[in-house]
């Protein structure tokens, strides 16, 4: 059996967003459509798009599907 203390990344930061959304086209990772998202609105600072990835590692995946959603969206 798993051991469920050991915290994991959620698994849809690794889905392509067409996989993980049917409404998008994108064949990025979902990760990296963050990412990108984010680099964009920091003026492509990579230390504050670094520091500003960092909680959707604990995130769960309804939480990052949600913020996805909220954020990519069109």
């Known amino acids: 059996m798993a051991d469920k203390s050991i915290q994991t990344e959620p698994d849809i930061l690794n889905l392509r967003m067409n996989e993980a959304f049917d409404w998008s086209n994108d064949k990025n990772i979902v990760r990296d459509a963050i990412w990108n998202h984010i ?3 920091n003026a ?3 230390i ?3 520091e ?3 909680p959707f590692l604990n995130y769960t995946d309804d939480q990052v599907r949600d913020w996805v959603e909220k954020n990519l969206k069109n």
Do not use: I, L, R
Request: hydrophobic residues 35%.
């Open 52 to 54: 500003a990835m960092k």
């Open 44 to 46: 492509h600072d990579t």
């Open 48 to 50: 504050k798009t670094e």
């Open 39 to 41: 680099m964009e609105a």
